[in-house]
């Protein structure tokens, strides 16, 4: 069974109540109060967002990045992030001449990360400068 939540007065009856009793009322009037939270429920969320504790599939990619690219690529450009629900992979190129020579070879870079375990729904690169 859940158990209740305790009764929230409005914040004008606070006030009021606080005026009655000469007590100033201490809590910032832009506050909202939000609803307490099981720490296990938290926990439990954060971990399956972040993935902590298990193999992701970026983290995948990244291991294998100099496989996938070559060693002469791979020390100038790195796979940042997953985006559009792990369809497209950002990779950050740090020389002009490495970002266009992965763009040559998209097709397939894209073919080698789909053959990683869990990067199957690959569909794509997005190279970047940086």
Same mark, same amino acid.
């Given at each position: 069974? +859940?158990?209740?939540?305790?009764?929230?007065?409005?914040?004008?009856?606070?006030?009021?109540? =606080?005026?009655?009793? =000469?007590?100033?009322?201490?809590?910032?009037? *832009?506050? *909202?109060?939000?609803?307490?939270? &099981?720490?296990?429920?938290?926990?439990? &969320?954060?971990?399956? &967002?972040?993935?902590?504790?298990?193999?992701?599939?970026?983290?995948?990619?990244?291991?294998?990045?100099? +496989?996938?690219?070559?060693? !002469?690529?791979?020390?100038?450009?790195?796979? !940042?992030?997953?985006? %559009?629900? =792990?369809?497209?992979?950002?990779?950050?190129? !740090?020389?002009?001449?490495?970002?266009?020579? #992965?763009?040559?070879?998209?097709?397939?870079?894209?073919?080698?990360? +789909? *053959? #990683?375990? =869990?990067?199957?729904?690959? *569909?794509?690169?997005?190279? %970047?400068?940086?």
């Amino acid at each position: 069974m +859940k158990p209740q939540e305790p009764f929230h007065f409005s914040k004008a009856a606070e006030e009021l109540v =606080g005026d009655l009793r =000469g007590l100033p009322y201490e809590v910032p009037r *832009k506050q *909202k109060l939000r609803p307490t939270h &099981q720490l296990a429920e938290v926990l439990d &969320q954060l971990v399956t &967002q972040y993935q902590i504790g298990r193999e992701s599939p970026e983290q995948t990619i990244r291991d294998h990045w100099v +496989k996938i690219v070559g060693t !002469a690529n791979a020390q100038y450009s790195h796979a !940042a992030r997953l985006e %559009r629900a =792990g369809r497209t992979v950002v990779v950050i190129a !740090a020389h002009s001449v490495v970002r266009n020579e #992965l763009f040559l070879h998209r097709q397939s870079i894209v073919e080698k990360i +789909k *053959k #990683l375990p =869990g990067c199957g729904t690959v *569909k794509e690169l997005n190279l %970047r400068a940086g």
